[in-house]
């Protein structure tokens, strides 16, 4: 009887278990905790939301509203337990988190086509054939043996550990006559935003980043600025070793007074048109949204207090009076370069018979995890059954997810959540924002009647 072995019971554990029994074949979800617990989860239970309560927006018009609507009619057991242990959240679905675990812990350890066996995995499991696949499902914290099994796997180069998110600020509030346009070396980006060769030719004087120039004063305050602030006291995750690429400016900082001047502060190739010459640092600022309305602070991942990074990055010329739509952070996460490793099904490219759901794959975000925690465990049980597994339409919010992850440019890859940027354009879309949001989502929910079909 053929079967499906899935690691890790977290969102997209326990929801590709749950479709997978549904659909009559047998389940084997390893869950390491607690004999083995994680630097973040509490409990022992399955599904263990790890920090916020909430699983965002649940209207339509937000696209992770559509993709909530679109696991519901596919009977998803996260959603479903969602619902029961709801709490007053306004336009958002926030839970009770305690009883939502509870809930999924119930519903998997009861079925009857499902074994949980707490232990943890230390490799990837053996292929025993197509009919009975494999699931990994391990997560952001994904135990260190594992990783490295899935290291080896992938290749070394794609495989991350950690995400090191820049700061946002909104473009109307950057003081436009302190900065100025240049790519370093007048190069342009290329068109996926991929640094360019010489082939994108020179830059047009317009450039593709602003540039914040500072002065040896302002450079010498905002250092001391910068190496005095207050860090953000983060989970106990692994908080001194980060990657040498992606070190938190504050870190960096503390290396030499002149360390931010050689790395992201680096001025060499940005002449300033006013003086038509370098200034004695810069920060760059790159577009951030199709809209141009937000920027990011490049290289500027920091693990500053929220109220701190405020402080300190708006003695940055320029942006004296921004406004943050995001700060930066640096957490550990464990993820796959989904477009060079997985297919539009969430099969592995050089595997037929192994998958990857949830945050591992390269998706960010619970609900997106359980999302693709359920395609995983549809087309598991697909090639079970002896099926062809089969990807969700691309008009579709749980289609577009998969997409992107198995699509998106492999140069810089960065785990998304689900946006309506990412479900297919609309041949012809509305004017109005609104207009446009409702017309994606009834075309999406009628795509998905259709699929499901
Ligand atoms: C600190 C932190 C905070 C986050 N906060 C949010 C938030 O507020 N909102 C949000 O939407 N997203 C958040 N995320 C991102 C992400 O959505 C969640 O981590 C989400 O739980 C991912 O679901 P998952 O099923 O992929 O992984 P998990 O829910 O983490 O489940 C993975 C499971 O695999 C188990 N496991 C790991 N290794 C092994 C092994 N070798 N053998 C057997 N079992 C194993 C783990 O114990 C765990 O139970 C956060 C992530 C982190 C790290």
Not at 43 to 56: F, H, Q
Not at 151 to 167: K, M, N, R, T
């Amino acid at each position: 009887m053929p079967s499906i072995r899935i690691v890790g019971g977290g969102l997209a554990g326990c929801e590709a278990a749950w479709q997978a029994a549904s659909r009559g074949v047998p389940v084997t979800l390893y869950e390491m905790r607690p004999a083995r617990p994680t630097e973040v989860h509490q409990t022992d239970r399955l599904a263990e939301l790890v920090c916020s309560n909430s699983l965002r927006g649940d209207k339509l018009d937000n696209a992770v509203g559509l993709l909530k609507e679109e696991m519901r009619r596919l009977d998803s057991l996260v959603m479903r337990a969602a619902t029961a242990t709801r709490v007053p959240a306004g336009a958002a679905l926030a839970v009770d988190r305690h009883a939502f675990a509870h809930e999924v812990t119930q519903a998997v350890t009861g079925h009857p086509l499902i074994a949980v066996v707490r232990e943890e995995l230390t490799g990837i499991p053996p292929s025993l054939g197509t009919a009975d696949p494999v699931i990994i499902a391990t997560g952001p914290l994904t135990s260190p043996a594992l990783a490295a099994s899935i290291a080896a796997f992938v290749g070394q180069d794609y495989l991350y550990f950690y995400d090191a998110i820049s700061p946002i600020v909104l473009a109307g509030t950057i003081d436009a006559s302190r900065v100025y346009r240049a790519s370093r070396w007048g190069r342009s980006l290329g068109p996926q935003g991929e640094p360019a060769g010489p082939a994108c030719g020179i830059d047009d004087g317009e450039g593709d980043y602003l540039n914040c120039p500072m002065d040896a004063g302002e450079y010498a305050a905002f250092y001391d600025a910068l190496t005095h602030a207050e860090k953000a006291t983060v989970h106990d995750l692994d908080r001194e070793r980060f990657f040498e690429g992606c070190l938190p400016i504050e870190v960096l900082a503390h290396r030499g007074v002149d360390t931010l001047r050689f790395g992201p502060m680096k001025p060499v190739g940005l002449p300033d048109p006013r003086t038509g010459r370098p200034p004695y640092a810069v920060v760059q600022l790159r577009q951030d949204n199709l809209a141009a309305d937000h920027y990011s602070l490049v290289g500027f991942q920091t693990q500053l207090k929220w109220g701190e990074q405020a402080r300190v990055l708006r003695m940055i010329p320029g942006l004296e009076r921004a406004e943050f739509v995001r700060f930066g952070m640096v957490h550990r996460n464990t993820y796959i370069n989904g477009p060079t490793v997985l297919r539009e099904t969430w099969q592995a490219r050089q595997r037929d018979d192994l998958l990857f759901a949830g945050q591992i794959s390269g998706v960010e975000g619970y609900v997106e995890s359980a999302a693709s925690g359920l395609l995983a465990g549809i087309n598991a049980a697909a090639l079970a059954r002896g099926d062809a597994p089969r990807p969700a339409p691309r008009c579709t919010a749980i289609g577009a997810l998969a997409y992107y992850v198995s699509h998106a440019s492999a140069g810089n890859y960065q785990p998304s959540n689900i946006t309506f940027g990412i479900i297919e354009p609309l041949p012809s879309p509305p004017r109005k924002a609104a207009a446009r949001r409702t017309a994606t989502a009834e075309r999406a929910l009628a795509a998905l009647a259709d699929w499901m079909r």
